[in-house]
T-cell receptor, first 113, second 111 residues
Framework: KAGVTQTPRYLIKTRGQQVTLSCSPISGHRSVSWYQQTPGQGLQFLFEYFSETQRNKGNFPGRFSGRQFSNSRSEMNVSTLELGDSALYLC????????????FGNGTRLTVT | SQQGEEDPQALSIQEGENATMNCSYKTSINNLQWYRQNSGRGLVHLILIRSNEREKHSGRLRVTLDTSKKSSSLLITASRAADTASYFCATDAGRDDKIIFGKGTRLHILP
């Protein structure tokens, strides 16, 4: 089976712009979670989608949003980018999400200048 | 807020030695997982231990869980250069079942 695929791998944006990141989960996995990883804060949970519904949400401002499509692919969007949004954004999929291991993609490295 | 906290933050050992990392958490959990991350890449799942289990093995990995102390340890035996990575513990955060990660232990295996 193909692993979790995240695109693009690297992204450079300017403050105030918006960005959309994409995640294709492992075939058959219905849960997709997003995490932001920074050196100072570590891995912070953004949200989880299951069967096109947001099931959990972390403590991030409304500028961070996401969605999941009927084929389980997911996108996350960040509007009005700030310098502090520079991070590695990781997507993870699992069959059910709860109580099962997460399978991570290699992330999208976002740099905001 | 972080649920799991790993200790130590960084660890350097000689190849062939055993490496032990600890994780402490604050609230009741359904399960605890350990992950490895090589620099700049995604995390790889290593092992999952449920709250009613006390010890689990996978190859050179041994994980223990003490729910009374709200702590877990990961032991890597006979370390190799390829074990150089960051290691994270992750817990589900109770009723809402979010998986929350600690800040990790950076392990460096010296040749």
């Amino acid at each position: 089976k193909a692993g979790v695929t995240q695109t693009p791998r690297y992204l450079i944006k300017t403050r105030g712009q918006q960005v959309t990141l994409s995640c294709s989960p492992i075939s058959g996995h219905r849960s997709v979670s997003w995490y932001q990883q920074t050196p100072g804060q570590g891995l912070q949970f953004l949200f989880e989608y299951f069967s096109e519904t947001q099931r959990n949400k972390g403590n991030f401002p409304g500028r961070f949003s996401g969605r999941q499509f009927s084929n389980s692919r997911s996108e996350m969007n960040v509007s009005t980018l700030e310098l502090g949004d520079s991070a590695l954004y990781l997507c993870a999929s699992s069959p059910q999400g709860r109580g099962s291991p997460l399978h991570f993609g290699n992330g999208t490295r976002l740099t905001v200048t | 807020s972080q649920q799991g906290e790993e200790d130590p933050q960084a660890l350097s050992i000689q190849e062939g030695e055993n490496a032990t990392m600890n994780c402490s958490y604050k609230t009741s959990i359904n399960n605890l997982q350990w992950y490895r991350q090589n620099s700049g890449r995604g995390l790889v799942h290593l092992i999952l231990i449920r709250s009613n289990e006390r010890e689990k093995h996978s190859g050179r990995l041994r994980v223990t869980l003490d729910t009374s102390k709200k702590s877990s340890s990961l032991l890597i035996t006979a370390s190799r250069a390829a074990d150089t990575a960051s290691y994270f513990c992750a817990t589900d955060a109770g009723r809402d079942d979010k998986i929350i990660f600690g800040k990790g232990t950076r392990l460096h295996i010296l040749p």
